[in-house]
C-alpha cells in the first residue's frame, strides 16, 4: 500500500509586539513583518503546512487572533519574538488555544553593530527581551510554554534543528489524533502486561480502537486472485534475500507454500486496512490446530512488515500499547519496530533487542531475510518469518506501561546497534550496547515497570518522545 497514511501536519505561527512603537519608529513594524515572513519560510522547510496568524500587538488583537487559532485545527503553535512585546498581547492565546506553543527568539543579526547602534537597532533584534515575561505568565496561567528556541534568525543549523524536532512532534500529535488502531482475537493467554483498555487509550492518545473479526480475513485472503498479487510478490521478492538456513533446525529456507501463502495474506491485509481506515493493527489470533483461521493469521508476518514500512504499525500478541508506541516512532520518522529483549552477551556487553512477528523493515541494516519456520516459538503455527538487525549506530526505545490506576507510562532509553552476528532465527535481533554498561541499565530499565514489548527506533530522540509525553499529560521517564 502506498504511504500515504502518514499525515502532514499542521502548526500555526503568530508574531507578537508593541503597538507603541509602531508611531515612535515608521517602517519598524514593515521591516519586523520581513523578518517574520523569513521565518515563516524556516517553517515550512521542515515539511509542515503553515497557517501565519500575523501580528499580536494588543491584547485586543490576541482575543481577536485567538478565535483564528481556535477554528484553524493547527497542532502546535509558534510565537515569534520579533522584538519587546507585553505578554497581554499573548496571554489570551497560551490560556484559552488548547495548543503547546513554542516561543521563537531568533535575531536577526548575530550582534550589533555597536559603533553604529541605536535604539531602532536594538528593536530590530530585541527578541529575547520579552521571553522571560511571557514563560513567567504562562506559567501563572497554568499553561508553560513548551520550549523556547533561542539563536539566530539566518544561518544557524541548531536553530533549524530545533525546529525540525517539533514539526516532527506535531506530526506525532496531528497522527494520533483520529488515529483508527484495530484489535482482532485477545491478548496471549496468561501476558498479564498486554491487557488495556481500549476507552483509556482513546482518552489518553486521542485515538479510536475498532475491534474486528479474524473472519472477515479470512474472508479476504479466500477471494484474492493472481492478479491481486502481482505487484506485492515483485515488491517481496525485490525486498527480502531467502537464504539457505544455517545453525537453526527450525529454519528452512523459504519454501514456494509459504511465499504464496504470504503473498495472498498481504494482499487480504491490505484490503483489511483500506476497507476499515486502519492507521494500525494488533492481533493475536489462535484458533484450532490447522484450522483456516489459525493457517491465515500464521500468514501475516511479511504483509503486516510491509505495511509497517509504508505507515501502519502492526504488531502481535494484541499489544495496543506498543503499536502506538510504533505510531509514535514511525510518525517521528525513526522507525518503530516491535521489540522485546532477548539473551544477554556477558563478553561483549551487549544485549540482543528484537522479537519474532512483523518488523519495520525500512529501518533493516542491509537486506531483510525471509526465512520458512516450522514452528512458531511459544505460539501455534508456521510459515514465513523475517530477520534483520537495525540500522548500526544509535537506537531509542519507547514502552508504554501502566500504573495501578490504569494510567499509561511512558518509559523510554537510548542505546547503540552495533555490528556482530545475529542468531540466524528468522527473527529480528540487534546487538543492543547501554551505558554505564548493559547489566546497569537493564537493572534500571526491568525496575521501572515497563511491559516487555516496546517499540525500537534509529537516532536517539528520548528527548523529543519525553516531549510528546508532557504535551499528552502522560508521565514519562528516561532510563539512563
Not at 59 to 87: H, K, P, Q, W
Not at 110 to 127: F, K, S, V
Request: aromatic share 8%; glycine share 8%.
Amino acid at each position: 500500500m502506498e504511504n500515504q497514511i502518514r499525515k502532514q501536519a499542521t502548526v500555526g505561527v503568530f508574531a507578537v509586539g508593541h503597538a507603541v512603537y509602531w508611531g515612535q519608529f515608521p517602517g519598524l513594524l514593515d521591516k519586523l513583518m520581513t523578518y517574520h515572513a523569513d521565518f515563516v519560510r524556516l517553517l515550512e522547510k521542515q515539511g509542515v503546512k503553515v497557517v501565519d496568524f500575523g501580528m499580536s500587538d494588543s491584547s485586543e488583537r490576541a482575543y481577536e487572533m485567538l478565535d483564528r487559532i481556535r477554528a484553524s485545527g493547527v497542532d502546535l503553535l509558534f510565537c515569534n519574538m520579533v522584538t519587546y512585546a507585553t505578554s497581554s498581547v499573548f496571554a489570551p492565546i497560551a490560556r484559552d488555544s488548547g495548543l503547546p506553543i513554542v516561543l521563537t527568539a531568533l535575531q536577526p543579526l548575530a550582534n550589533l553593530d555597536y559603533t553604529q547602534a541605536n535604539t531602532r537597532m536594538q528593536l530590530e533584534n530585541d527578541c529575547i527581551c520579552a521571553v522571560p515575561e511571557f514563560t513567567g505568565v504562562a506559567k501563572r496561567l497554568g499553561h508553560p510554554i513548551r520550549d523556547c528556541i533561542i539563536g539566530k534568525l539566518y544561518d544557524d543549523p541548531e536553530v533549524e534543528k530545533e525546529l525540525d524536532s517539533w514539526c516532527r512532534i506535531a506530526r506525532v500529535l496531528h497522527n494520533l489524533h483520529g488515529a483508527r488502531i484495530g484489535l482482532i482475537g485477545h491478548t496471549m493467554e496468561a501476558m498479564y502486561d498486554m491487557h488495556t483498555d481500549p476507552t483509556a487509550a482513546s482518552a489518553a492518545f486521542g485515538i479510536h480502537v475498532p475491534l474486528l473479526e479474524i473472519n472477515e480475513i479470512v474472508a479476504m485472503y479466500n477471494a484474492v486472485k493472481p492478479e491481486d498479487t502481482t505487484a506485492l510478490a515483485e515488491r517481496i521478492d525485490a525486498t527480502f534475500d531467502t537464504p539457505d538456513p544455517v545453525s537453526d533446525p527450525v529454519t528452512m529456507k523459504l519454501t514456494p507454500e509459504d511465499r504464496e501463502h504470504a503473498i495472498r495474506a498481504a494482499a487480504a491485509l491490505n484490503a483489511f486496512v483500506a476497507k476499515h481506515h486502519l492507521t494500525g493493527l494488533a492481533y493475536y489470533y489462535e484458533g484450532q490446530p490447522e484450522s483456516e483461521e489459525s493457517a491465515v493469521v500464521s500468514s501475516f508476518i511479511v504483509g503486516n512488515s510491509l505495511l509497517i514500512e509504508d505507515g501502519y504499525p502492526m504488531c502481535g500478541e494484541y499489544d495496543l500499547k506498543t503499536c502506538i508506541a510504533m505510531l509514535i516512532l514511525d510518525r517521528l520518522g525513526i522507525g518503530g519496530s516491535f521489540a522485546e529483549f532477548h539473551p544477554i552477551d556477558f563478553g561483549e556487553d551487549f544485549i540482543l533487542v528484537g522479537h519474532d512477528g512483523p518488523h519495520h523493515i525500512a529501518i533493516a541494516e542491509g537486506k531483510p531475510v525471509l526465512r520458512s519456520l516450522k514452528k512458531y516459538h511459544g505460539k501455534p503455527g508456521h510459515g514465513a518469518s523475517v530477520e534483520f538487525k537495525i540500522k548500526e549506530g544509535p537506537i531509542t526505545m519507547l514502552g508504554i506501561s501502566q500504573t495501578p490506576d490504569g494510567k499509561f507510562r511512558f518509559v523510554i532509553g537510548e542505546g547503540y546497534s552495533k555490528a556482530g552476528p545475529i542468531p540466524p532465527t528468522g527473527n529480528t535481533n540487534t546487538r543492543g550496547f547501554f551505558a554505564p554498561t548493559t547489566r546497569e541499565f537493564m537493572k534500571k530499565w526491568v525496575m521501572e515497570g515497563p511491559t516487555h514489548h516496546f517499540a525500537l527506533g534509529v537516532g536517539h530522540h528520548a528527548d523529543e518522545i519525553a516531549k510528546i509525553a508532557e504535551i499528552l499529560g502522560v508521565p514519562a521517564v528516561i532510563v539512563r
